[in-house]
């Protein structure tokens, strides 16, 4: 039985509920839960019911990671701490922008928390708005394509890289369409003293534009054209990458969403695709993927 | 309905949702192609599907959204998503 | 009661104080003039004289919600901050509001900016008077430290369940030194119980906090906490009183009087101005004039009833106000008391508002004696609104 419950208002196929009870199969009863404002909060919290199964809170868009610190700070004070994993499950939106400072503070004070970034890339809940997580020439609602323009023109924010930089004892890449490895990793992070980070990635089949019962799919497919390379770093370096066999051109990642539709369809597109194989190649070379 | 002032909601109070009347496929389980790899409760968004005592699996029809990862991910290809009556 | 008093600046009378409560979580970032309290209470945890996590954090937003956190994990937290500080906190201060959560926070009143200023207005706080918290202003060092105790009783009561702010004039009660009684441990550990609230974060019996409410719920959300603002109003009262049967010490619950009761004009306001003004009073009574002061202590929540019946027979009213609403040439306590007297026959004085101290201006007794000259030409009928009482005309 998930602690995540049923009845949650998540869409058919939702990749934010899908990673929720990820962490929560990885981390049992014993486990606080802090999440910003984003989709997972706002579809298992509509009052007066709740999906989550463990002690939860929300507060702002911005403060997880404070608020977490917080809980933490007070189970130490009160002398209440015993096994209990603090946790925070929060999007890209609230990590990587408007709730950098918080996570950089609590990372620099090293909290014992562990914080989870569910990426969807881009602002989900409000409407699929770009985000520092939006990949190259992704559509969304603030940068879409049009006449004069591919997309979002610029990459993903390197945040594992950020997390690392502050001297985190373990910073993990995972994918929802991964579970045993998502799992594992998130074990891990919550076992490993002071504060740990995995960043998910979350196939949104919502504002990606493509077939609820494809999100496991399409995750896939991300690692297998390298653009979400899958690695673990423990104290800076890198100790751990998952290996791609058979590595497929970006196109078969790209044409298997809306939001990536009109670089098959506009003129000049290919080139730009081109820009895309570059960052998977680039991927590879660094992580040493194959 | 008794206000609790704190905000607080209970857990799992989320089931008094029947999440089940929002599809338009329903998934159906032939148990004889079925190797119980599991795949298919893992991936369930909503967590419905359910082991049953002789190893096989059953959605709970009644939060099943219809979304059809199972199906999608359903390495014997055991599970179809039929469009329902009504 | 002389040879238990101590010379000490009133930051560190407030941080003993804060010491002596016991607060679990304790997160704060610094800003000129709330930082000797922190400091002090950074030296406190370093001797190993409090058994607390005291976080440095890396921005008042971040303070306030960290607080939020720890409060909902069930403990007793304080901070302190002023001016851009708390300007930064105000989408936490309605947050710790909504899910009632009785911080306990220091607001050591500094102007706004721009343009950039760290004397002392009160137009921080004031500001901030919707967002759901208890507000007390202190007169002097003691009753800031005082004020401590007193307001995690009001705010971690069960009916009550409110954040609080503890507010106090920068500098001039924050830097200066004066003798006090420092909170006593014993006196203090009877008369403050353990904060224990009915749902925390706990695994072992889990809930969900901060859940969202839609059109159908939200406004009895609201109803309640302004219910708990009226208990709020008892309890201030109450425990007041319990403290000064404890610790022998008063300074008014909601409101106070001095030479009030016969007094044809009566003078309103909040903080340390308070002390100019009992002076100025004390002055002009030798001179037989009918002066007395009001106190208002309790800023939020707003004791309307108390101030009608004090001003039952005053012939005029005038208030005081470190603050300005722009854009209606008024200050707060200005317009709230107006509106406590608009639709009452009981108390029907004129009410002329002076706004003055901004950014750290000195309010000296003959600027007091100027407003109150200025109040007496009501008699002739010429009647002040709302103006600046101590504007320099050179800059104007």
Known sequence: MSLLKPGHRGCAGCCDALAGKFVLDALGEDCIVVSPTGCLEVFTSPYPESAWGVPWIHSLFENAAAVASGVEAALKAMGKMNNTKIVVIGGDGATMDIGLQAISGAFERGHDLTYICVDNEAYMNTGIQRSSGTPMYASTTTSPAGKASFGNP?????????????GSPYVATASVAYAPDMIRKVKKAAQIKGPTYVHVHAPCCTGWKFEGSKTIEVGRLAVETAL???????????????????????EEYLKAQGRFRHLFTMEGGAGEIKKIQATADWNVKHFGLE | MKLIIKTVAKPGSSNVNKTGAWRSFMPVFDHKLCNKCGICAMYCPEGVVYKLENGYFEPDYEYCKGCGICANECPKKAILMVLEGK | MRNRMVVVEGSYAVAHAVKVCKPHVISAYPITPQTHIVEDLAQFAADGEMNCENVNVESEHTALSLLVGASAAGARTYSATTSQGLALMHEVLFNASGMRLPILMTVVNRAMGAPINIWNDQQDSISQRDTGWIQLYAEDVQESADMIPQLYKVAEDEDVLLP?????????????YEPVILLE???TDEFLPNYSPEFVLDP??????????????????????EKAMGAALKKIEEVALEFSEKYGRYYGGLIDGYMLEDAEIVIMAMGSVIGTIKDTIDMLRKEGESVGLLKVRSFRP?????????????????????????????????TEVKACLYNN????????????GHGGRDIPISTIVKMINKAKLVE?????ESEFADLREDLA
């Open chain 1, 154 to 166: 610029l990459n993903k924010k390197n945040m594992p890289a950020i997390i690392a930089a502050h």
């Open chain 1, 228 to 250: 979400w390379p899958m690695y673990e770093m423990e104290n800076g370096e890198v100790t751990a990458v998952r290996k791609i066999k058979n590595r497929k051109p970006v």
């Open chain 3, 164 to 176: 609080a702010m503890a507010c106090m004039d920068g500098f001039i009660l924050s830097h200066v």
């Open chain 3, 185 to 187: 441990q014993s006196l």
């Open chain 3, 204 to 225: 072992k019996n889990p809930m969900s906090f901060g859940t969202f409410a839609d059109p159908s719920t939200y406004t009895e959300f609201r109803y309640k906490q």
């Open chain 3, 302 to 334: 707003f004791p309307a009833d108390e101030i009608r019946k004090a001003l039952k027979n005053a012939k005029v009213v005038i208030t005081l106000d470190k603050n300005i609403s722009v854009g209606k040439n008024e200050g707060a306590l200005c």
């Open chain 3, 345 to 356: 026959r009981d108390a029907s004085a004129p009410v002329i508002g002076f706004m003055l």
């Open chain 3, 380 to 384: 002739k009928g010429i009647f002040i």
